[in-house]
């Protein structure tokens, strides 16, 4: 049997890869692609519930070093309880956030260092990284306005920070883009949401074939 991909995706908050991922659903499905759709940090029970110790809008005291730790952890659960055994049996892993989203956030936004959460993460992944990431660029200032419009999105710890805060994350994605330009993909996510998703489609076309 030939194993499935790992693709995930990426971007600051209000970026709409979320909503990009929930209409591309119905379309994979309709292709005859075996596919599983999940998200980080969560996807499965024992994430989840790190997932709500981490966004939990009460957690202000949360230590940046905490934060990456429960990351990572929510991350290997994820891997080795539901990704790793999807992929071994075929299907393709769509996966809303991974990796890069630790290195952007913690390692770069926070000042850890992206080498120092790439060193914690390397032991939670085991060298386990995506085939493919779908980037989705955006201005900062334009997603934080795309959350405050969208009154049925969650609003997690991470949406309450200051416009620094989100212009660092981007600065770090684009040093973790320039590190793995093989495979990330960059979609230009300030464009109405109908051609944002027509653009992630043919990448996934050429990768996928669908």
């Known amino acids: 049997m030939l194993k499935g991909k790992f693709i995930t995706f990426e971007g ?20 005859g692609i075996d596919a599983v759709f999940t998200r980080e940090p969560g996807g499965i029970h024992i994430a989840e519930k790190i997932r709500e110790v981490i966004l939990n809008k009460e957690h202000t005291e949360m230590d940046s070093r905490t934060e990456a730790l429960l990351y990572a952890a929510a991350r290997r659960q ?4 539901k990704v790793i055994p999807s992929i ?6 769509f996966c809303d956030r991974f990796i890069d989203s630790s290195l952007a956030y ?15 993460n390397e032991f ?14 955006i201005d900062p200032k334009t997603g934080l306005k795309r959350i405050a419009k969208n009154k049925g999105r969650e609003i997690n710890r991470l949406d309450l920070e200051d416009i620094s805060f989100h212009n660092k994350v981007q600065e770090g994605y684009e040093k973790v883009i320039s590190s793995f330009q093989e495979r990330i993909v960059v979609i ?8 944002v998703l027509q653009d992630v489609k043919n990448v996934l076309k050429e990768h996928l074939h669908f």
Do not use: C, W
Not at 88 to 93: E, M, T
Not at 106 to 120: K, P, W
């Open 78 to 81: 994820h891997l080795v309880e």
């Open 12 to 31: 600051p908050d209000g970026a709409g890869k979320t909503t990009v991922l929930e209409m591309l659903v119905k379309d994979i499905n309709e292709s």
């Open 88 to 93: 071994n049996n075929g299907k393709h892993v």
């Open 188 to 195: 230009n996510a300030n464009q109405a949401i109908d051609k």
């Open 124 to 137: 939670a992944i085991n060298g386990f990284m995506p085939d493919l990431t779908l980037y989705f660029k």
């Open 106 to 120: 913690q390692g770069y936004a926070r000042g850890i260092g992206i080498d120092e959460v790439f060193s914690i």
